[in-house]
């Protein structure tokens, strides 16, 4: 089945606390990204990556890192979390980048508590 | 700056009748935007998908116009079902300075309930 897995699923952590949220593909996809979700905010880029090393920041990206060493995996780093980063976080992935109207896929979702 | 907006307050239909949702947007030239429907928890799937050249596309109950003039997009659900109870995002591209990537840029979403 296509989709795209995140875990986890739930995540509550506190401030500083190095965290790592994975994102996988099986579909073949160049172009990935991930958003996170806030109320009255919709859905804002953090980060997106082209191919397989190559990324680069979205509308949202301080106090992220990223990394595409394989095509399928797009990890979401937070180095040193604070309080303002707790959100519901989506990885998706399209075919090439979302020029033509590529189909955005979205995982389940990671909402991450930061206190 | 380039700014998208959909209707913040929900909308609330009987089931049976025609919902219609608005997307607009300012400082735009999208050669396309995208309908998504994302219910509680989960992440947004696609719908449709309409093209700056095509003025309507349909998908069963799924009607989709563009007016580039307006600057607007309508999402019309016919026959609305509770089953259609979800929020529902546009979504546009935008095409970077470098003219080598795009990103897509969604607005807030509109939730529709639909009751009996």
């Known amino acids: 089945e296509a989709q795209v897995t995140q875990n986890p699923r739930y995540l509550i952590t506190v401030t500083g606390k190095k965290l790592t949220v994975t994102c996988s593909q099986n579909?073949?996809?160049?172009?990935m990204s991930w958003y996170r979700q806030d109320p009255g905010l919709g859905l804002r880029q953090i980060y997106y990556?082209?191919?397989?090393?190559?990324?680069d920041k979205g509308d949202v990206p301080e106090g992220y890192k990223v990394s595409r060493k394989e095509k399928r995996n797009f990890p979401l780093i937070l180095e040193s979390p604070s309080p303002n980063q707790t959100s519901l976080y989506f990885c998706?992935?399209?075919?090439?980048?979302?020029?033509?109207?590529?189909?955005?896929?979205f995982g389940p979702g990671t909402r991450l508590l930061v206190l | 700056s380039q700014k998208i907006e959909q209707n913040s307050e929900a909308l609330n239909i009987q089931e049976g009748k025609t919902a219609t949702l608005t997307c607009n947007y300012t400082?735009?030239?999208?050669?396309?935007l995208q309908w998504y429907r994302q219910d509680p928890g989960r992440g947004p799937v696609f719908l449709l998908l309409?093209?700056?050249?095509?003025k309507e596309k349909r998908k069963e109950r799924l009607k989709v116009t563009f007016d580039t003039t307006l600057k607007q997009s309508l999402f019309h659900i016919t026959a609305s079902q509770p089953a259609d109870s979800a929020t529902y995002l546009c979504?546009?591209?935008?095409?970077?300075?470098?003219?080598?990537?795009?990103?897509?840029?969604f607005g807030t979403g509109t939730r529709l309930q639909v009751t009996l």
């Open positions: 998706a992935s399209s075919s090439r980048v979302p020029l033509s109207g590529e189909t955005q896929y």
């Open positions: 579909m073949n996809h160049e172009y």
């Open positions: 990556s082209m191919n397989v090393e190559v990324t």
């Open positions: 400082n735009y030239s999208p050669a396309y």
């Open positions: 309409i093209r700056e050249n095509e």
């Open positions: 979504a546009l591209p935008r095409r970077l300075i470098t003219g080598t990537a795009s990103k897509l840029t």
